[in-house]
Nanobody, 123 residues
């Protein structure tokens, strides 16, 4: 079992930047998949970014060139740097982790551990 705590959300104007952090309660082995999902009101939860066991990152087409995903093993933290934010990025952002997935690009329903979420609002 692993607990995930997100932070870094807030309200920004379009074009602004935010960095989300996801702190895990214990050491996250490289074999874990970790990802960010987001959910806007009335919409389905969608994948934003994921980091594979080999350290490679996967980004949704809608955020490529604007968002960067990174992981700091020393403090068990996953980061999502978001630049050039758009109103369409407004959503609750959730960090997820799973040690059993075959592919880290799995859908949100396949991840077993989630944080409580952090709200991002872009106006």
């Amino acid at each position: 079992q692993v607990q995930l705590v997100e932070s870094g959300g807030g309200s920004v104007q379009a074009g602004g930047s935010l960095t989300l952090s996801c702190a895990a309660s214990k050491y996250i082995a490289r074999s874990y998949c970790m990802a960010w999902f987001r959910q806007a009101p009335g919409k389905e939860r969608e994948g934003v970014a994921a980091i594979d066991s080999d350290g490679s990152t996967l980004l949704a087409d809608s955020v490529k060139g604007r968002f960067t995903l990174s992981k700091e093993d020393a403090n068990n933290t996953l980061y999502l740097r978001m630049n050039s934010l758009e109103p369409g990025d407004t959503a609750m952002y959730y960090c997820a982790a799973d040690p059993w997935l075959q592919h880290c690009s799995a859908g949100h329903w396949e991840y077993n551990f989630y944080g409580q979420g952090t709200q991002v609002t872009v106006s």
